[in-house]
């Protein structure tokens, strides 16, 4: 059985730092890509980064790159989110998926066939 | 403001059938596949059409997904007051370089 854990959530002040962690079951985890996608309280979901399974092909949205660095440890079968200098827009809940799918020259191809449970992120002074 | 435009609601009576649209661009649904999630209350989102139209094992045959263009659109049909639930579209979009979803459509079976 497909398990996804997550873990690290909590609160935070703006400025703040926090390190998500995602750690994998079921299924073989370096031969997969992985994603995190987050929840606003009451909003719909937004996407937040892919990692290839080998970690050396990363994407992320617009509004975290350069703050929240993707990174995987397959001997671990853990999936890391390290969020830096947080916003209160920030808040939302955060969720790691299995992600089905390739990138190519042109374009890249994704589903996101199994989710964990998700941790809240609170950013708030 | 969501890449991808879906209805914020739709209702249905029991038995009946719903279809939830989603409209994107060229850049993403016009030419890349598209995947539909259920998000039952209080629990996380769970995959229910992939490759525009392919259900995953244990998906019932009531669910059903289409493209056309830069459309897709989900049916349920035999709805079920279990069924209630938000649903997103999602795809890739190529110009942004990021998986986009939509803003989600709340389903109520009256």
């Known amino acids: 059985e497909v398990q996804l854990v997550e873990s690290g959530g909590g609160l935070v002040q703006p400025g703040g730092s926090l390190r998500l962690s995602c750690v994998a079951s079921?299924?073989?985890?370096?031969?997969?890509?992985m994603s995190w996608v987050r929840q606003a309280p009451g909003k719909g979901l937004e996407w937040v980064a892919n990692?290839?399974?080998?970690?050396?092909?990363?994407y992320h949205v617009d509004s975290v790159k350069g703050r929240f660095p993707i990174s995987r440890d397959n001997a671990k079968n853990s999936l890391f989110l390290q969020m830096n200098s947080l916003r209160a827009e920030d808040t939302a809940v955060y969720y790691c998926?299995?992600?089905?799918?390739?990138?190519?020259?042109?374009?890249?191809?994704?589903?996101?066939?199994?989710w964990g449970q998700g941790t809240l992120v609170t950013v708030s002074s | 403001q969501s890449v991808l435009t879906q209805p914020p609601s739709v209702s249905a009576a029991p038995g009946q059938k719903v279809t939830i649209s989603c409209s994107g661009s060229?850049?993403?649904?016009?030419?890349?596949?598209v995947s539909w999630y259920q998000q039952l209350p209080g629990t996380a989102p769970k995959l229910l059409i992939y490759?525009?139209?392919k259900r995953p094992s244990g998906i019932p045959d009531r669910f059903s997904g289409s493209k056309s263009g830069t459309s897709a659109t989900l049916g349920i049909t035999g709805l079920q007051t279990g069924d209630e639930a938000d649903y997103y579209c999602?795809?890739?979009?190529?110009?942004?370089?990021?998986?986009?979803f939509g803003g989600g459509t709340k389903l109520t079976v009256l």
């Open positions: 990692i290839k399974e080998d970690g050396s092909e990363k």
């Open positions: 079921g299924f073989t985890f370096s031969g997969y890509w």
């Open positions: 999602g795809t890739w979009d190529s110009t942004l370089s990021a998986v986009v």
């Open positions: 490759d525009n139209n």
């Open positions: 998926a299995r992600a089905r799918g390739y990138c190519r020259t042109a374009s890249c191809y994704f589903y996101l066939d199994y």
């Open positions: 060229s850049s993403n649904i016009g030419n890349n596949y």
